[in-house]
């Protein structure tokens, strides 16, 4: 069962030269204790996804559903529940850690705002949490610039698991630290979420990453979802011109293997007030003229894997409806 549904989400920003869409008309769902990869290029709208579901900003249109109760408008009350079951983990503990609070201090302080236990208590919560994700009690009075970057990180993961959540939006949580400590970072997220029953939606560029951690996964363009299936299928048969092109990218250990680089030449089309059609057309060596006409539906091409494309069939030589 789907723990959130997001139907037609849209955030729209204003300009001087008009309003920019940078969500526009994403849906997706979340099954409990899983993870959704939310992957694309930096500016597509992946983080103001994120922010739009923890209320961190407004959204322009759209439905949120979680856990079966429609929370796309809530008063403050609801907002500061919903705080208790859905948190974040940023992308730079650095800048999302408060620099005058302590370890403890910053692990503790969810507990203190939500009234949660004596002093007694919380100080036991705190350090059992810290135990769990690593962190040993000798650096409880450290501050955080005393600490390096994978410390710093595990400090934000039990700030955010505190008040034992039930979804935790991770706004690129390893893309800041060392490719040694990204991998420890993911073995303890993926044993957090198995010993919490955590779900997931795990904003990142890096298609490695997700491919390790997601069960399925969602690509955008330019603030549009493009391609949506299970994390195995869309590594072994994207459908969509721009996953073929970002999968193309991914670096390999192998000098020997075989490549099929696919190069995106043209410019990006503003998301300002955008025309009709496509979004990726002007990049795509597939496109028609249709491409710069229409919109494409996000629609069911196979079983489970959705693509937004007019020539998805022809593309990829598959039986037409």
């Known amino acids: 069962m789907p723990i959130l549904h997001v139907e037609h989400l849209k955030k729209y920003f204003d300009t001087p030269k008009g309003k920019l869409h940078a969500v526009d008309d994403v849906s997706f769902s979340i099954n409990k204790k899983q993870t959704l990869g939310l992957v694309g290029e930096s500016g597509c709208g992946k983080s103001t996804v994120g922010r739009l579901l923890l209320h961190l900003i407004e959204h322009s249109g759209g439905k949120i559903t979680y856990n079966g109760s429609d929370i796309t408008k809530v008063t403050s009350a609801q907002r500061r529940k919903l705080c208790a079951e859905m948190q974040m983990i940023f992308q730079d503990p650095m800048s999302s850690i408060d620099p005058r609070m302590t370890v403890f201090q910053t692990i503790e302080e969810p507990l203190r705002i939500f009234k949660r236990g004596s002093r007694a208590e919380r100080e036991k919560m705190v350090y059992e949490l810290m135990d769990i994700v690593g962190i040993t009690k000798r650096i409880c009075d450290s501050y955080p610039h005393e600490l390096d970057g994978g410390r710093r990180q595990r400090v934000g993961i039990a700030r955010a698991l505190i008040l034992y959540p039930r979804l935790i939006v991770c706004d690129e949580p390893v893309s800041a630290l060392d490719v040694s400590i990204q991998a420890q970072i993911l073995d303890l997220m993926q044993d957090l979420q198995e010993q919490m029953e955590l779900t ?13 951690i997601s069960h399925h996964i969602l690509v955008m ?8 299936c299970e994390s195995r299928e869309l590594f072994r048969n994207p459908l ?78 598959l039986k037409g409806e």
């Open 221 to 228: 363009y330019l603030g549009q979802a493009v391609e949506y």
């Open 200 to 212: 997931y939606l795990f904003i990142t560029h890096d298609l490695s990453v997700v491919r390790y």
């Open 240 to 317: 969509h011109p721009y996953t073929k092109a970002l999968l193309s990218a991914v670096p390999v250990p192998d000098i020997d293997a075989p490549r099929n680089r696919v190069i995106l030449k043209g410019e990006i089309v503003s998301p300002i007030n955008p025309k009709p059609g496509c979004r990726f057309a002007v990049r795509c060596g597939y496109a028609q003229e249709k491409c710069f006409r229409e919109t494409p539906m996000y629609r069911d091409v196979l079983a489970n894997h959705k693509a937004a494309c007019h020539y998805v069939n022809e593309i990829n030589h």
